[in-house]
């Protein structure tokens, strides 16, 4: 299965060069769908105009984002350098720490095909 997904131009960047093999969403809804050996399409936004394409090969669910970036190294977000608190707070400016209680996190470990 394909799902489609936006993402900004520096993350776009690093999961298409190989470096991010991990992407970082809520465990909402649609991201409940998504299953290992399915691909993502990742749009570049905003302009849409640029994709690349993943198979997704591991699925962890964390409660926090906290909690995610403390088990997972930083260089599988290709955040090395970034602290934890770097890491929480920048994820903040896209998901609220409510929407993070409502629906828990979900670690998506990618590779380009």
């Known amino acids: 299965m394909e799902h489609n997904m936006g993402l900004y131009e520096t993350p776009f ?5 190989g470096k991010k093999t991990v992407e970082v969403r809520l465990n909402d809804e649609k991201r409940r769908k998504v299953n290992i ?9 905003p302009g849409n105009k640029e994709t690349v394409t993943v ?4 699925l962890r ?10 088990n ?6 290709d955040a090395v350098g970034d602290s934890v608190d770097e890491m929480v707070e920048q994820t903040y400016q896209i998901y609220t720490p ?6 828990g ?3 998506i470990t990618v590779k380009v095909c």
Do not use: C, N
């Open 105 to 107: 996190t979900l670690a």
């Open 55 to 58: 198979e997704v090969t591991d």
């Open 72 to 77: 997972i190294p930083a260089s599988d977000f």
């Open 13 to 17: 960047h690093s999961v298409k060069s």
């Open 37 to 45: 050996g399915d691909t993502i399409k990742f749009t570049k936004i």
């Open 61 to 70: 669910q964390y409660s926090t984002f906290r909690e995610m970036y403390e």
């Open 98 to 103: 409510e929407k993070e209680r409502e629906w």
